[in-house]
T-cell receptor, first 114, second 113 residues
Framework: DGGITQSPKYLFRKEGQNVTLSCEQNLNHDAMYWYRQDPGQGLRLIYYSQIVNDFQKGDIAEGYSVSREKKESFPLTVTSAQKNPTAFYLC?????????????FGEGSRLTVL | KNQVEQSPQSLIILEGKNCTLQCNYTVSPFSNLRWYKQDTGRGPVSLTIMTFSENTKSNGRYTATLDADTKQSSLHITASQLSDSASYICVVSASRSFQKLVFGTGTRLLVSP
């Protein structure tokens, strides 16, 4: 089945540690996105990528880093510079030029800082 | 400032009843409006996508309406089921790109038996 796979589902981190969240898609989509979801707030865009080896900062990129070495993969690293990393992280993908098309989401990864 | 406001914040209804969720937006320029369903701890799933010229769009028991003049949308759920218990998120696109999506905070719906 086509879709987006995020792992791990739950992740615990000690302060000062970097952690990497995985996102893999088999939809053959060029564009991929990372969002952060906090209680009582709308989803906020962290990073996005429209093509391999290229990515752009979203609205809240500070303390995060990404890579896009393969079309299928868009991992997100939450660095120790992110002051409040506890959140629900969602990866998404889309066809770049279909602006009225679907934006598909993964099942999310919940990161908790201990 | 581009904003999407949803009401009510939460809602409890009895199984089998209908309900309507509201979305008001101040997003400009407007490209399209989306409704998503998000189960607790899961990723959002698309229900409908409407462009400027569309007034109504249905997906099974879900019917979305759009009034671009008043910048309001609603999501009507007919004959609710327990599985409808979820958060419903309104999303407005501020341009012809996914990078400019503005997300509402959602309405949390609980369908009670």
């Amino acid at each position: 089945d086509g879709g987006i796979t995020q792992s791990p589902k739950y992740l615990f981190r000690k302060e000062g540690q970097n952690v990497t969240l995985s996102c893999e898609q088999n939809l053959n989509h060029d564009a991929m996105y990372w969002y952060r979801q906090d209680p009582g707030q709308g989803l906020r865009l962290i990073y996005y990528s429209q093509i391999v080896n290229d990515f752009q900062k979203g609205d809240i990129a500070e303390g995060y880093s990404v890579s896009r070495e393969k079309k299928e993969s868009f991992p997100l690293t939450v660095t120790s510079a992110q002051k409040n990393p506890t959140a629900f992280y969602l990866c998404a993908s889309s066809i770049v030029t279909d602006f009225t098309g679907e934006l598909f989401f993964g099942e999310g990864s919940r990161l908790t800082v201990l | 400032k581009n904003q999407v406001e949803q009401s009510p914040q939460s809602l409890i209804i009895l199984e089998g009843k209908n309900c309507t969720l509201q979305c008001n937006y101040t997003v400009s320029p407007f490209s399209n409006l989306r409704w998503y369903k998000q189960d607790t701890g899961r990723g959002p799933v698309s229900l409908t996508i409407m462009t400027f010229s569309e007034n109504t769009k249905s997906n099974g028991r879900y019917t979305a309406t759009l009034d671009a003049d008043t910048k309001q949308s609603s999501l009507h759920i007919t004959a609710s089921q327990l599985s409808d218990s979820a958060s419903y998120i309104c999303v407005v696109s501020a341009s012809r790109s996914f990078q400019k999506l503005v997300f509402g905070t959602g309405t949390r719906l609980l369908v009670s038996p």
